[in-house]
């Protein structure tokens, strides 16, 4: 094997270690959340309290004749939007931490190949 493949082996293998320490800390912060939502307090006062009953509050009062004005149905709906984000935030955290765990498992067997590859030549 010359030095200039070694070399490219060498990168690769830096390249895929720089990868999974990236994709590892996404998988952790989605093992967290994972972990906040499981948390009794957070599940009650955060997932259910706020995030469906008060956002239910929030779309029976756009109904409210008391609540017609433009300005009133403006923050009612930035009132709903702010919701809307944090569970998007929330669901995005967890998704992207699942498609890391494929990530890793994809850079890890690589680097396997890439090992054994080389420990041959």
Known sequence: ??????????????????????????FDRGIR??????????????LEDYCKEYA????????????QTPERQDNLLKNLDGIGYMQQYMDGVVGRGNQAEVTIKQYEDEREYLLNEQSIN
């Open 1 to 26: 094997m010359t030095e200039e493949s070694e070399m490219t082996t060498e990168q690769k293998l830096n390249s895929i270690e720089d990868t999974l320490k990236m994709q590892k800390s996404i």
């Open 33 to 46: 959340m994972r972990k906040l939502w499981e948390i009794p307090e957070f599940k009650e006062l955060i």
């Open 56 to 67: 239910g509050a929030l779309v029976v009062m756009r109904a409210d004749p008391a609540m």
